[in-house]
């Protein structure tokens, strides 16, 4: 299928572009914090606000060996378990935020991390699930979300395309038919150089289903270049200030960015248009600056038309330039004063 619905919202490529503020770790264990993010998000344009389901013992094990330690990202120097405890929204915060948001008029859905999740979520009727790029491949973990029927948004970075088939397969095998796909690249903050957003075509000629964009990239050129590859759904990472310093601040969007990028990611949408070769309204207004044949001397009646007295110029009043070789040599019908447009019943059809 090539469209999903969430709470009767259908996402497709001939619909608005779906837009979700990720809160992630932003709130930094503060509630009110969390509040206004719902808050400032809707205020921006956004669509949904998507939080995260785990603890620090759901995702990982408290752990100090070379194993657990982060290296080579903006959170090297901890482990897992100490990342993920900074990091994690406290599971009882997620009823009170979704009633919050529904006040709002605002989706709010969650990424599940494990069966546990899974569970607690199903208890507070979400219409929706994400699934994070690192879980594409814990098909276990696939089966139980797809056993809830509810649609799901599946990001898919650094999967290859079988494993991409695979989770795909493992979501309809279950009671899922409502899948979409998001191109991510999963470095934070992610190059654009490695967004490799063409592949949001061959993802979508692939699986027949939406495609959007999760991106981490610095900025909203490479959303708003999405757009026109066909992505419809948008999720970014959105916080209140970047000066917060949480985990994932640094590569986050602060309110009046995403409102800016939602303006242009729908001024995007208009310019996509449609297919057509026909003239807008606007067009047809400036339509006289085109050229077209015009006497540019007083040529008398029987005289020859020469490349010397008619031309090609602006206005659009005359016949097209395209004719001018087949009227030359030919004789004026009749008298054509300097300036006038060149028309058939001014010119002798022959000799």
């Keep these: 299928m090539n ?10 490529a001939n619909k608005p572009t779906y ?17 206004k993010i719902l808050e400032e998000a809707k205020k921006a344009g956004a669509d949904a606000v998507k939080l995260q389901t785990y603890t620090p013992d759901t995702i990982t094990i408290d ?8 290296k080579g990202t903006l959170w090297k120097g901890k482990n897992l378990y100490q990342l993920y405890k900074e990091a994690y929204t406290p599971w009882e915060w997620h009823p009170k935020l979704k009633k919050i948001a529904d006040t709002l008029k605002l989706d709010f859905f969650s990424t599940p991390f494990d069966a546990s999740a899974v569970d ?3 208890k507070l009727d979400l219409p929706a699930y994400k699934i994070a790029s690192f879980e594409l491949v814990d098909i276990p973990l696939l089966r139980k979300v797809a056993s809830t029927g ?5 990001s898919t970075g650094m999967a290859s395309l079988d494993e991409i088939k695979d989770a795909v397969n493992a979501l309809k095998k279950g009671s899922c038919r409502d899948i979409a796909l998001l191109k991510c690249t999963s470095a934070y903050p992610a190059p654009p150089e490695e967004a490799n957003l063409k592949t949001i075509t061959h993802l979508a000629e692939t699986f027949h289903v939406p495609i959007g964009l999760s991106d981490h990239t610095l900025g909203s050129t490479v959303a708003i270049t999405s757009i026109a590859l066909g992505a419809c759904i948008i999720e970014k990472h959105f916080c209140l200030d ?5 985990p994932d601040s640094s590569f986050s969007m602060e309110p009046d960015e995403f409102k800016n990028m939602i303006i242009e990611i729908r001024t995007a949408e208009k310019a996509l248009g449609k297919i057509s070769y026909a003239l807008t309204e606007n067009q047809k207004k400036t339509k006289a600056f ?15 038309i020469t490349d010397k007295n008619v031309r090609s110029i602006r206005p659009n009043d005359g016949l097209p330039p395209k004719y001018l070789e087949m009227i030359l040599g030919k004789k004026a019908k009749k008298d054509i004063s300097k300036g006038s447009p060149l028309t058939w019943d001014a010119i002798r059809s022959s000799e």
Excluded: W
């Excluded at 469209?3 to 497709?12: G, V």
């Excluded at 085109?290 to 007083?298: G, N």
């Design 3 to 12: 469209k999903i619905i969430i709470n009767k919202r259908q996402i497709s």
């Design 120 to 122: 607690f979520l199903e």
């Design 19 to 35: 837009i979700i503020a990720e809160m992630s770790a932003n709130h930094n264990k503060d509630f009110d914090k969390a509040v």
């Design 290 to 304: 085109r050229r077209s044949l015009f006497a540019v001397e007083k040529i008398k009646k029987d005289e020859t």
């Design 63 to 70: 752990c100090d060996n070379d194993y657990f330690k982060i």
């Design 150 to 154: 509810k649609p799901v948004i599946m």
């Design 242 to 246: 970047k000066k917060d310093a949480g």
